[in-house]
């Protein structure tokens, strides 16, 4: 069994080594399906190849998990991967590319004949995965450091397979921000209301943001203006008492 094992891993590595970096295709093609079969594909209760794929964003950074079956006896040359960019790849045939990397390959007579759930989590630096067989047992728990990566390059699931033209077994996810833009809310009826001409006091812009003092603040800084004011009258008018007297008395 061990040889039989050994044959078909050197033998997989012959046929599928050479075409390892086939289609990723500049700009970026997506190919996105619900689900991807792939050689090492089997069915395990209900599910059967890359299935499941969702995204969000957790803590501001992307969030991809999916799940994907394995037969104990096999392996696939076209591993999903994580093709990282710095820019958009589906708008240019040059973008940086950060990193193409085989998230996990599941390899014949190491991993078990199961289903595996994969978690991956974003954040400043790169990524770390977590892949679970039968959704119970951790068989990756690992951080990987993506150089030069910043929070506008974008992430994609995908892997090498020939998508000319599509088949069952390519996929090229639509590609996502690392990091989510936060879009700010939209000035309330409130703050629209407090902005008009017809206002004492509008909403100004701090380096904090933008203020809009409520009805009783701005009362009060009306009323404490109109006391600086008044002492400022009432020091102008002793200064021009006093140089009245002096002229009077120097005459």
Same mark, same amino acid.
């Given at each position: 069994m061990k040889k039989v094992l050994t044959a078909i891993c050197i033998l997989g590595i012959l046929l599928g080594? $050479? @075409? #390892?970096?086939?289609? *990723?295709?500049?700009? =970026?093609?997506?190919?996105?399906? $619900?689900?991807?079969?792939?050689?090492?594909?089997? #069915? #395990?209760s209900s599910y059967q190849g890359l299935e499941n794929y969702q995204y969000e964003y957790v803590g501001g950074y992307l969030h991809i998990t999916f799940t994907y079956t394995h037969h104990v &006896?096999?392996?696939?040359? =076209?591993?999903? @991967?994580? =093709? *990282?960019?710095a820019l958009n790849p589906t708008t240019t045939s040059s973008p940086t590319v950060r990193a193409t990397n085989v998230i996990l390959q599941l390899l014949a007579g190491t991993h078990g004949t199961d289903w595996y759930e994969y978690d991956v989590q974003f954040d400043a630096t790169g990524y770390t995965t977590v892949v679970t067989k039968g959704g119970a047992t951790e068989v990756l728990n690992a951080h990987v450091t993506v150089t030069g990566q910043t929070d506008t390059d974008n992430a994609a699931l995908a892997n090498t397979f020939n998508i000319a033209?599509?088949?069952?077994? $390519?996929?090229? /996810?639509?590609? @996502? &921000?690392?990091?989510?833009v936060v879009v700010p809310p939209a000035p309330t009826a409130s703050t629209q209301s407090s902005s008009r001409s017809g206002d004492r006091l509008r909403c100004v812009e701090t380096n904090i943001g933008i203020y809009c003092p409520s009805e009783e603040v701005r009362e009060w800084e009306t009323k404490e203006r109109m006391? !600086?004011? *008044?002492?400022?009258? !009432? #020091? &102008?008018? @002793?200064?021009?008492?006093?140089? $009245? =007297?002096? /002229?009077?008395?120097s005459v």
């Amino acid at each position: 069994m061990k040889k039989v094992l050994t044959a078909i891993c050197i033998l997989g590595i012959l046929l599928g080594g $050479s @075409r #390892v970096m086939a289609e *990723i295709t500049s700009p =970026y093609t997506v190919d996105e399906k $619900s689900r991807v079969s792939f050689a090492d594909m089997t #069915v #395990v209760s209900s599910y059967q190849g890359l299935e499941n794929y969702q995204y969000e964003y957790v803590g501001g950074y992307l969030h991809i998990t999916f799940t994907y079956t394995h037969h104990v &006896l096999t392996f696939s040359s =076209y591993s999903p @991967r994580l =093709y *990282i960019t710095a820019l958009n790849p589906t708008t240019t045939s040059s973008p940086t590319v950060r990193a193409t990397n085989v998230i996990l390959q599941l390899l014949a007579g190491t991993h078990g004949t199961d289903w595996y759930e994969y978690d991956v989590q974003f954040d400043a630096t790169g990524y770390t995965t977590v892949v679970t067989k039968g959704g119970a047992t951790e068989v990756l728990n690992a951080h990987v450091t993506v150089t030069g990566q910043t929070d506008t390059d974008n992430a994609a699931l995908a892997n090498t397979f020939n998508i000319a033209p599509s088949t069952l077994f $390519s996929m090229s /996810f639509t590609p @996502r &921000l690392v990091h989510e833009v936060v879009v700010p809310p939209a000035p309330t009826a409130s703050t629209q209301s407090s902005s008009r001409s017809g206002d004492r006091l509008r909403c100004v812009e701090t380096n904090i943001g933008i203020y809009c003092p409520s009805e009783e603040v701005r009362e009060w800084e009306t009323k404490e203006r109109m006391e !600086q004011l *008044i002492g400022l009258l !009432q #020091v &102008l008018v @002793r200064e021009l008492e006093k140089e $009245s =007297y002096l /002229f009077t008395n120097s005459v």
